[in-house]
């Protein structure tokens, strides 16, 4: 996905080292994230934060901390809200709660967390207050936005904007941090440093709205979660929110009867919203959202004056295009 | 139980202005926070610090930040322990899990933890880096002793050695941790430092072992909690370890027959395993445990020179005589 490759090769070394320097005991509180870690992922935020110290012309060691703290916070999510949401698979590999079981993944995500903040405390004493202060402050919005995406199953009315808000706090503020971050431990001013947290916001937008598509429209064997996981949960992802939207009577009728039907068996469910997201045309509405954020993002970096910024301009167009 | 009034005042007003801080929405990512924060407890873990401060002379501001955070973490376990422990009441209310449901009390649990680092972030600039390496310590080893717990629930052979060393991370981590920090936050020594973290230790040991006899011996209307919890739930004590080794023959067959049993009526179990520690009589043998750590809590207090420390001392003694 267009991330350097001593860009990954840094983060997957440090990764390395992070999961032999854990303890052996007690197994079932390691072992979990050490799998959690193993089963990959793009490690895309770190990549990002990495990216944009580099960008800002500084030392990768500087930013490596907030790196790996970033990284491990984001598998702490990816624990507790495989509980909360019941996914059987992520990554293509049985969730934690499924091959342990749910206390295993509840202490395990737990201390995962405090592991990342023992990582943050790695970072340069001149840059650790502002950076305590942004992870914090990103931390708290990914639970808050969780929730939101939680009561949002059950809510009658959600709109779009409720929705957008919601993946602004549940994903992009990673992101936003993960920018930040990277142009803190640089040593960049304070504005570019905002500007650097508008760009990431609008990239994790931009994401989330293509991880909302390749639930539905990506090809099984490559995203490695189940399909449709989104339309059987009932989540209210801007597919759904957009059909309800644009739905004239019987789709509409028929909509609603999908949705919260739990007499209908997951497939076929998955099957018949997709058949109404795909007479809608949704999948195009999105891309045009996505658009919206992509330009967001250009514009942000339009002022900053570094010749790397184009790695990172490459990057976005690949999460774009991706597929996986 | 002996804190100076000051002191819960203090910490009570904290917590007040804490609680009110908390942003309205999302509800049930707020809601449980305050909820568990109201319902009381006796906030000995950020008292320890504060006392501990102001015997070196410290200032309490300096240590407040600390403080709370220590007695937002503590309320950030219980939310969580409970859904482990499924367990129904804490402090004589319906826990978060039953009040609300288990998603909730683990989002909203994340959520506490992470308010807890907030907090930590105002103490002082000067003595943040070691007060942030205390707390990750403490944190990690109180998710280890938790997970030990977990796991002695269902293994053949625990030693009254495993439990306490048990003990010592779930419980007395945390206790070590509040009374170092708040030496730390005075500038105490070094040498004065590792001393209150011993006594913290000790203290912490002491507490949970009465903690373990209150659960069996304690008065229902009292401890706020379900009368033999650690019984029903095949928890192994101090006083279920030491019945089995005591406990001859047929004695030991009725143990055996009683510990993992699903058939029996929760009240009928609880009263005969009750029983079989009053013929044996365990208690006895918990106190003279407990014993041993109030020396070497007054052992670690000799050497050091402040007229306050007979604040502890006392506090101490009533932990000992405590009935909640």
Not at 305 to 324: C, F, G, H, Q, S
């Given at each position: ?23 052996r005991?007690?197994?079932?509180l ?11 992922g ?18 990768v ?16 999510t990816?624990?507790?809200d ?10 293509g590999?049985?969730t ?9 993944a ?8 405090i ?16 950076i ?13 936005g969780?929730?939101f995406d ?6 009658a ?29 640089a ?20 994401f ?7 639930d ?6 490559k ?44 497939t ?10 795909e007479?809608?045309?949704?999948e ?8 919206i954020y ?10 900053i ?20």
């Open positions: 996905m267009n991330i350097p490759l001593s860009i990954q090769k840094r983060i997957k070394k440090e990764i390395t080292v992070f999961c032999k320097s854990l303890p005991e007690p197994r079932e390691y072992e979990p994230m050490q799998y959690m870690l193993s089963i990959g793009k490690s895309l935020r770190p990549s990002l934060l990495l990216l944009t110290c580099k960008m800002f012309k500084g030392q060691k500087d930013a490596l901390p907030a790196a790996i703290a970033i990284e491990l916070f984001h598998n702490f990816l624990i507790h495989d509980i909360t949401d019941n996914s059987p698979l992520r990554r590999n049985p934690v709660h499924v091959k342990w079981n749910s206390n295993v509840l202490l395990s995500g737990d201390a995962l967390l592991k990342a903040y023992q990582e943050l405390n790695k970072t340069p004493p001149k840059y650790l207050p502002s305590f202060i942004l992870f914090n402050d990103a931390a708290l919005k990914v639970c808050e969780q929730q939680m009561e949002y199953e059950t809510k009315r959600v709109s779009i904007d409720d929705y957008l808000n919601m993946i602004s706090m549940k994903t992009a503020a990673l992101f936003a941090a993960s920018m930040s971050m990277g142009a803190i431990t040593g960049a001013s304070k504005s570019d440093c905002n500007k650097m947290k508008v760009a990431g916001e609008s990239l994790g937008m931009l989330q709205l293509k991880d909302d598509v390749l539905v429209f990506g090809k099984p064997g995203t490695g979660k189940q399909t449709g996981g989104d339309i059987i949960q009932d989540k209210k992802t801007f597919l759904l929110l957009k059909a309800i939207e644009l739905a004239k009577r019987k789709t509409k009728t028929e909509l609603n009867l999908l949705i919260g039907n739990t007499k209908l068996s997951p076929d469910k998955v099957q018949r919203v997709k058949k109404i997201y007479d809608l045309g949704v195009e509405y999105a891309n045009q959202q996505m658009q992509y330009n967001r993002f250009k514009k942000s970096l339009t002022s004056k570094a010749p790397e910024k184009d790695i990172l301009l490459n990057l976005t167009e690949a999460l774009l295009d991706r597929e996986v």
